[in-house]
Every structure is written in structure tokens, then in C-alpha cells.
């Protein structure tokens, strides 16, 4: 029989046919998908014993309390710990990836040099040259860390400043600070006392604050009720997720948040709606019902139902004294569900010590954000675990990454109770890295270790006999026999918390009404630089996915 | 016309053999595991008829997998019979010390998070309910891999039709999903993936 050319195209054809109702195709486009997911340069963990760690999230200064599950010695993933007093186990999805940040590409693992490869000899003989010719700064992204301390010994012994790029939380704390003289790190916002929260764009369901902090009262108070138990007011230009979700969302013109304020101070003050009194703010009220694009009505309403259910605390999304005054006409400084001032167990954060004259060189620890660009001609070291692309830093110096280092975590910035907890290294570095404080102390071996201030730390807290330590089971620290064991449990993962008192005295006064422009000297890269906020899709997969531990799952 | 279709069946005739029965042979690479170990027998044997006596839970809860060589010298120390296999065991591994290097059937991917004492302790899933009757027979099994995933025989299931012999065929995602499913508990993606 012979086998025409028409045969082999209608056999192929069969052929082809065919094989669509066999396992061929299916299978073989499963399986390379499954091979394309195992190539070899993807980093595997190697397979070993299983074992569940606690620890601190270090990404940012809320300190979440983290279960590390380790494989063979190496994180391989991490979750919520609910017992931790104020995140009750949120964390922001970043967190939950935070482990694979040690294996990304960008991982800085060696010294750089404008852009080339140097060594640790080079970097501290030119941080020495620059610190013998003229003053430096040390800039310090998360203060009251031990770590801050050996920053903050060094500059001061060195004739430097010390300064803190404070995040946007931080930075709407600031003008209570200025006028109260309490350091901001000492502030916080009462929010669980507060009845009604008016936050002029503070994205408060956003990842604004303490991850968890704010979502879980507002699931518990707030959420799909009519007359919710804490009213929530955003004032946004734009309709954000957190001025949808909030109990009413009053819509102003964009960059007229100073002059609202001002309006409300206006009302409250002309109505008699505060017993206090204060200075009146200029401009009337029809010209600002203008510029903000509400009406007086609506303006003098808003003023009524800020008044009507107090305590009303008012947040500002950064900076912004006008708002800031709001809380003191309200008489919303140093009560419950206002600005509190927290207890200062352990050591507060050391105060900024700005120099007024230019700077030879600056050395940036890891915790500064990597959007925050010096802007003088000053010789920076800039310390970092990941390289964030187009920096103008002189020298990259390259920090242990994620639970590589063995550091401390005071209280976050938000907070209105005193936290502190120590996050171990449960893992060692796979590069020659360096904290700040490490490359400090060679430069001047006086100052004071990390450890050292850590243990000083655990005796304050044990000698104060307040608060209890939050682990799988909750401590009263009058229970623990002597500091060392207090420090063993907090670097076993522990939380301390302080005792919750109602409200230390905080004085505030206003001899006129604040513009919305803070000064800042043009020497202070801190003070200037504005800090970026968290992008909704963190709030967004935090509510609507079930990655966090729900409480009740670490008490059984 | 009729020998047209009459080549075009037997192109379809052969992409269905080569499909279902040479696909298959081909698929997959055979190995032996390091020492023929018949769990039956050994059930016997000691008297302990339960999985847990050698595949333990730790005491935190983990389950500790395969039993390391420390156990199986709980008996063969030294040599107690004259089986090849044992006195592999006992001359290749246990008095070198070395692990032994068993092929584990239903292992999972490294992106997969599985536990144990989730399943048997707080579901109270028999072993048998994920591993059918290995335990309870004296089959010399050979491991068989995936050539291009890697992965085990056994996570795809037997049939590579994917039509369940036994409730047990086929560890997949799917198939951890039908049995949640089944039994109202809900995982999202981190559940496993973590």
C-alpha cells in the first residue's frame, strides 16, 4: 500500500487530534509550569527540623510581634502573634513577606564606593578623615532604640548633631511637642478612650499607626453601625478607603485643611462650645467656607458634632499646627481619649541635637527610610541591608538584614502606653554587614554597646515593677526574679507593657493661632524631609484576607 | 473517502495509545528505596501496630517525620537476621552513622506548608486517610519522579487520568481542596503557602 502525501497530512491531523483526549497536553503544561517554579537559582530552604520562633518585626518602629517558623535553621515563614498587646496579631502584608527580603536581588552585600566595591577598612578610615576635618551628623531614622544611644554618645562626643527623620505618625505629634516641651517620642494618641477621632487625612485604615491598632477598634466599635460607639470623621479631598469606611466623610478643597481648622477653632470659640479659651484665628467664616468648597452650615455642624461627644481627639496626616491647636481648644492634651503622654519606662528617646553650621559628613543608619536624600554637599555614609537605587550617598554600607540583628524595639510612635521588646538574631548575616552602632564602636571603642544599653533597659523595667511582659502567657514583671530573666523572656519574643494610667499632666498653650507653614532650618535634613505614608493595597489585603491570627487561636 | 477516515482513526487510534499507555512509561523515572523495609512485617514483629510508634510527634506538637536511624537501631544495633536489606541498614547506614536516604513517596513541595498534627490531632484524620493502606502491607514500592517536575507519583496520583482508585489517590492542591471542602474548613492561600 502506498503511503500518499495526502495520508501523512490526514494521519497527522488525526494524530493531532488525538491527542487532545489524552493527558498529553494537560500533564506536560502542568508540569512545566511546577519545573518553571523549581529552577535552580530560585533559593530553596533546605528541608530539617521545623520549629516555631517568636520575634519582632523590625521593618518599622510598631515592633509587631511575629511567629518565625524556621526550617533547618532558616525563616520560612512568619505570622501574627496575637498576644502582643497593641497589634493583636495584625501585621502589614509586608511583614508577612518580610523573610524573603534577606534573598532579594538587591540585597547590598559588600561596601560601595561610589559605585564601586570597597572594603570596611576604607569606609572607616574616610568616616574618621571626615570626622577629624569638621562636624558631622548622625541621622537616626527610629529613636530610643539602644542603637540610638551608641549614635547619639558618638555624636556628642564628636562635636556632631544628632538628628531623627521622623515618620509622618511622628510628625503630626510634633507641634504638641514644641509647645509642651515633651519629646514626641513621649506622646501618643489615646485612640481607645476617644469617642470621636476627626483625622484631616491621617489614613487611619490605611496602615496608618500601629498595624492592627486602629482596623481592630474600628471592627469592634465602628464597623456597619449607624451610631457607632467612636464616631470617625475623615476630612479628605478625595473619597479614600478610609473615608469611605468612616462614620461621615466631609469632602474639602486640597490644601485647605489648615484653614478648616482654623474655621472650626472659630465656631468653637465664638459658640462656646469649649470652656477653654484660646486665641481666635483671623479670616471669617464665609471666606473659608469658600476656599475649603464647604458651606458655613456645614462648617459650623461639623464644629457641633466634633464638640457633641467628646473626648474628640484630631489627627493630623502630618505636621500641621493649625490642626494640632484644634486638640487643645478641645481640651484634648493629657486626658483620656486625647494626646496622652506615655510613662518613660524604659529611657525616651534622646532629643535632636542640630548643629547650625555645614556639615563635613553624615553617616545615615538603616532605619531612615531610603527616600530620604541629605541635601548638602556633606560626604554621606549611608548604612542599608537593600539597595534602593539612585542614592547620592558616597558610601553604601551594607546593615544586617531581617532577624539578623539582635536589637531592641521602644515604644511605637502612636502608642499611648509604654511598650518595649527585644528582637533576637535568629539567623547570621551571609555577608561581611555591620550595624551603625558596630562601626561607631570601632571608631571610638568607649562607647556603649548595644547589649550594655539593652541590659540597663531590662533593669529599669524590673526595678520599676510595672506593666507585665505579653508572651504565650501574660507576666506581671513583679513576677520575674531578676532582671536577667526579664530580659530572657523579652528576647524570647516577650512584650512589655506598661501599666495603663489614665493621663499624665500635658500642658499646652496657644498665645496665638498657629499658621499651617512649620519652619525648619535649612541645616536640619531631618525636619524637612517629608515622609511618605503606606499605600492603601497594605490596609486592603490586611482586610480582606485571612492572613492575620485571629485572637482566640493562641489561647487554645 | 473511506480511506481517508480510516487513516485519520488510526492517527487519532495512535495519539490515544501513545497518550494513555507510552506517555505514562515515559513520564516517570523508577528508583528502588535505599533498603527494601516492609511495614508489615515490622508491624508484627515489635508488636506495635500504630504509625505513630515510628513515624512520632514531637513534643511540641511537630511531627517528626521519618524515624532517624537512632530508632531503627533500637532493634537493629546489630544484625538480626540474614535479609540483604538489613544488613545494608545496618553496614551502609547505621554503623556509619549516615542518614538513611529514603524516598519519600508523599512529599510535598518546598512551597507547600503541611503540618501533621494539624490533620491527626485536631482534625482527627487516620494515617490511612492520606496514605491508604501503605502501612499496612508488605509491597516493595518503587519510588517514581516526575521527569520534568520532579515531583513524586504520588502527589499526581496514580491514574494519570487523574480518576481516583482510592480516596487517598492523588495529593494536588485540588485535591487538598476537595477535602476541605468536604469538610467545611476553610484555608486561604497563606494556610499552606506561607
Known amino acids: 500500500m502506498k503511503v500518499s502525501r495526502r495520508d501523512l497530512l490526514l494521519g497527522t491531523a488525526g494524530l493531532t487530534a488525538g491527542i487532545f483526549f489524552t493527558p498529553v497536553p494537560w500533564k506536560v503544561l502542568d508540569d512545566v509550569s511546577i519545573w518553571t517554579q523549581n529552577w535552580p537559582w530560585i533559593p530553596q530552604p533546605p528541608r530539617g527540623p521545623v520549629a516555631t520562633k517568636l520575634a519582632s518585626c523590625t521593618l518599622c518602629s510598631s515592633g509587631c510581634a511575629i511567629r518565625v517558623r524556621m526550617a533547618a535553621g532558616f525563616p520560612v515563614g512568619i505570622s501574627g502573634a496575637a498576644f502582643h498587646p497593641l497589634t493583636k496579631g495584625a501585621l502589614c502584608p509586608l511583614g508577612f513577606a518580610t523573610h524573603q527580603l534577606n534573598w532579594h536581588p538587591a540585597r547590598l552585600r559588600e561596601v560601595r564606593h561610589r559605585g564601586r566595591t570597597a572594603s570596611w577598612d576604607e569606609a572607616r578610615a574616610a568616616f574618621e578623615k571626615a570626622a577629624s576635618e569638621g562636624p558631622i551628623a548622625i541621622i537616626d531614622g527610629r529613636s530610643g532604640r539602644a542603637t540610638s544611644t551608641v549614635l547619639q554618645s558618638f555624636a556628642a562626643k564628636h562635636n556632631g548633631s544628632y538628628e531623627v527623620a521622623l515618620s509622618a505618625e511622628e510628625k503630626s505629634l510634633s507641634p504638641y511637642a514644641q509647645w509642651s516641651g515633651t519629646p514626641v517620642s513621649s506622646l501618643g494618641y489615646d485612640l481607645e478612650n476617644a469617642r470621636s477621632i476627626v483625622s484631616f487625612g491621617a489614613p487611619l485604615l490605611d496602615g496608618w499607626g500601629i498595624p492592627g491598632r486602629f482596623t481592630h477598634l474600628w471592627s469592634e466599635r465602628a464597623a456597619g453601625k449607624s451610631d457607632p460607639q467612636s464616631r470617625l470623621i475623615q476630612i479628605e479631598p478625595a473619597l479614600s478607603r478610609t473615608a469611605a469606611a468612616a462614620w461621615r466623610w466631609v469632602p474639602i478643597c486640597q490644601g485647605t485643611e489648615a484653614l478648616l481648622a482654623a474655621s472650626l477653632a472659630r465656631v468653637l470659640l465664638d459658640e462656646r462650645l469649649v470652656p477653654v479659651q484660646g486665641p481666635v484665628p483671623q479670616g471669617s467664616l464665609t471666606d473659608a467656607a469658600r476656599q475649603t468648597g464647604m458651606t458655613p452650615t456645614a462648617i459650623r455642624e461639623l464644629a457641633y458634632t466634633m464638640a457633641e461627644r467628646r473626648p474628640t481627639l484630631v489627627i493630623g496626616a502630618d505636621e500641621n499646627p493649625a490642626i494640632a491647636a484644634l486638640n487643645v481648644l478641645l481640651g484634648s492634651l493629657g486626658t483620656p481619649g486625647g494626646i496622652v503622654k506615655k510613662s518613660v519606662h524604659p529611657s525616651p528617646a534622646p532629643p535632636s541635637r542640630v548643629l547650625d553650621k555645614p556639615l563635613r559628613a553624615a553617616l545615615i543608619d538603616s532605619t531612615v527610610p531610603w527616600d530620604y536624600v541629605p541635601s548638602s554637599g556633606a560626604e554621606v555614609f549611608r548604612f542599608a541591608a537593600w539597595d534602593g537605587g539612585g542614592n547620592r550617598a558616597d558610601w553604601l554600607l551594607p546593615t544586617p538584614g531581617f532577624l539578623e540583628e539582635s536589637t531592641d524595639l521602644p515604644t511605637p510612635p502612636t502608642s499611648a502606653v509604654a511598650v518595649y521588646g527585644i528582637s533576637p538574631n535568629l539567623l547570621t548575616a551571609s555577608a561581611p554587614v555591620k550595624t551603625a552602632a558596630e562601626f561607631l564602636q570601632q571608631v571610638d571603642s568607649t562607647l556603649p554597646t548595644v547589649d550594655q544599653t539593652i541590659h540597663a533597659r531590662c533593669k529599669e523595667i524590673f526595678r520599676a515593677r510595672r506593666g507585665s511582659v505579653h508572651s504565650e502567657k501574660q507576666s506581671p514583671v513583679a513576677s520575674f526574679e531578676s532582671a536577667a530573666k526579664l530580659e530572657e523572656a523579652l528576647r524570647s519574643g516577650g512584650v512589655w507593657l506598661d501599666e495603663w494610667t489614665p493621663a499624665f499632666p500635658l500642658k499646652c498653650s496657644l498665645k496665638e493661632w498657629p499658621t499651617d507653614n512649620p519652619t525648619h532650618s535649612p541645616l536640619n535634613w531631618a525636619s524637612a524631609w517629608v515622609p511618605p505614608v503606606m499605600p492603601t493595597l497594605a490596609a486592603k489585603l490586611y482586610r480582606e484576607s485571612s492572613l492575620r491570627e485571629p485572637p482566640q487561636r493562641s489561647q487554645s | ?194
Open chain 2, 1 to 194: 473517502m473511506k480511506r481517508d477516515l480510516l487513516v485519520f482513526v488510526v492517527g487519532v487510534a495512535l495519539a490515544l495509545a501513545a497518550g494513555w499507555v507510552v506517555f505514562p512509561r515515559v513520564l516517570y523515572s523508577h528508583r528502588s528505596q535505599p533498603v527494601d523495609f516492609l511495614h508489615k512485617t515490622h508491624a508484627e514483629k515489635s508488636g506495635t501496630a500504630d504509625c505513630e510508634s515510628c513515624h512520632a510527634f514531637n513534643s511540641d506538637g511537630s511531627f517528626a517525620g521519618l524515624p532517624q536511624n537512632d530508632t531503627c537501631a533500637g532493634c537493629h544495633a546489630d544484625k538480626l537476621g540474614t535479609s540483604p536489606a538489613e544488613a545494608k541498614l545496618v553496614d551502609a547506614y547505621l554503623k556509619t552513622q549516615t542518614s538513611t536516604p529514603w524516598l519519600v513517596y508523599s512529599r510535598q513541595p518546598a512551597n507547600v506548608w503541611f503540618s501533621h498534627a494539624i490533620h491527626v490531632k485536631r482534625a482527627g484524620l487516620a494515617c490511612g486517610d492520606c496514605h491508604g493502606t501503605l502501612g499496612a502491607s508488605d509491597e516493595k514500592r518503587l519510588y517514581e519522579q516526575d521527569r520534568i517536575s520532579g515531583y513524586s507519583r504520588d502527589i499526581w496520583g496514580h491514574s494519570i487520568s487523574r480518576v481516583r482508585r482510592a480516596p487517598h489517590d492523588g495529593r494536588t492542591m485540588s485535591d487538598c481542596e476537595d477535602c476541605h471542602h468536604k469538610r467545611h474548613v476553610e484555608v486561604g492561600c497563606f494556610g499552606c503557602h506561607q
